[in-house]
């Protein structure tokens, strides 16, 4: 049986899915190209963290492949 992929990523977990760094993925939940939530850390008073919807991480990473496939042929046409 696989395992469920369907567990909320922090941004420094969704970072090297996207072979990114996490500023890049935090002005991508600012711009609205992925759906997060913003979750308080137990124990850690004023501290907050983004947490990323994996399937806004996956319709990212096909809109990065479409761009490439595009870019690639553009330059061969």
Known sequence: MRA???HWLTV???APILNS???EVCR???IGRFSGSK???PGC???AQWLVNPKSIAKEQRRAANRAANAR???TA
């Open 28 to 30: 991508l939940l600012s």
């Open 73 to 75: 042929r553009r330059k």
């Open 4 to 6: 469920r992929r369907d």
């Open 21 to 23: 760094i996490s500023a």
């Open 45 to 47: 008073a004023g501290k």
């Open 39 to 41: 979750c308080k850390q």
């Open 12 to 14: 420094q977990q969704t």
